[in-house]
């Protein structure tokens, strides 16, 4: 059964570098069926795309977030990480980490397995 | 920007019908996938591709998606059904294709 488990620090200061792991298990990361991609959820609100990435090192980003965010994959450790930096409050959210198949005949597949989440708080 | 239009909140009685909407420009077009989120827990996918269901997912789970709109069915509403909802979709019409989520909806059972 695949696992995804979200790790880093629950505190980061607000204009710091937000950096979080996602740790694969059950699974290859080095697979070329799938995407690994971050969502985030702030406290009591919706859910929004940061990024994907694919086994080779491709990346798509949200176009709201692009400038800030840096995803990247280890397929050594079977992990992928975030990295969001110049941090503010409005950052402070839950990140879940998730997967998704690769689009096939011009269909785009949703996430499929998501990792528990870790709640992140941007504050001094 | 694509944008996913939600109702906040939608009520409903045990054994009764939900219709979730989700509203879009020529939503029809797209592919529409629907989460459910309980609370403190992991989004949960319950219709992809417009219509299908996962495995596991009850049958009383439906969607449908055509115009500007895309709804997510619940027939036969049961209390464990009480959570967040929400679209989504794939935005392939600009430079930098991206996911689009809803707002989302809370839907209460009374």
């Known amino acids: 059964q695949l696992q995804l488990q979200e790790s880093g620090p629950g505190l980061v200061k607000p204009s710091e570098t937000l950096s979080l792991t996602c740790t694969v298990s059950?699974?290859?990361?080095?697979?070329?069926?799938?995407?690994w991609g971050w969502i985030r959820q702030p406290p009591g609100k919706g859910l929004e795309w940061i990024g994907s990435?694919?086994?080779?090192?491709?990346?798509y980003y949200n176009p709201s977030l692009k400038s800030r965010v840096t995803i990247s994959v280890d397929t050594s450790k079977n992990q992928f990480s975030l990295k969001l930096s110049s941090v503010t409050a409005a950052d402070t959210a839950v990140y879940y980490c998730a997967r998704r198949e690769v689009s096939i005949r011009g269909l785009t597949p949703p996430f499929d397995y998501w990792g528990q989440g870790t709640l992140v708080t941007v504050s001094s | 920007s694509y944008v996913l239009t939600q109702p906040p909140s939608v009520s409903v009685a045990p054994g009764k019908t939900a219709r979730i909407t989700c509203g879009g420009n020529n939503i029809g077009s797209k592919s529409v996938h629907w989460y459910q989120q309980k609370p403190g827990q992991a989004p949960v996918l319950v219709i992809y591709y417009d219509s299908d269901r996962p495995s596991g997912i009850p049958e009383r789970f439906s969607g449908s998606n055509s115009g500007n709109t895309a709804t997510l069915t619940i027939s036969r509403v049961e209390a464990g059904d009480e959570a967040d909802y929400y679209c989504q979709v794939w935005d392939s019409s600009s430079d930098h294709p991206h996911w689009v989520f809803g707002g989302g909806t809370k839907l209460t059972v009374l």
């Open positions: 990435i694919y086994y080779s090192g491709s990346t």
């Open positions: 059950g699974g290859s990361i080095s697979s070329s069926s799938y995407y």
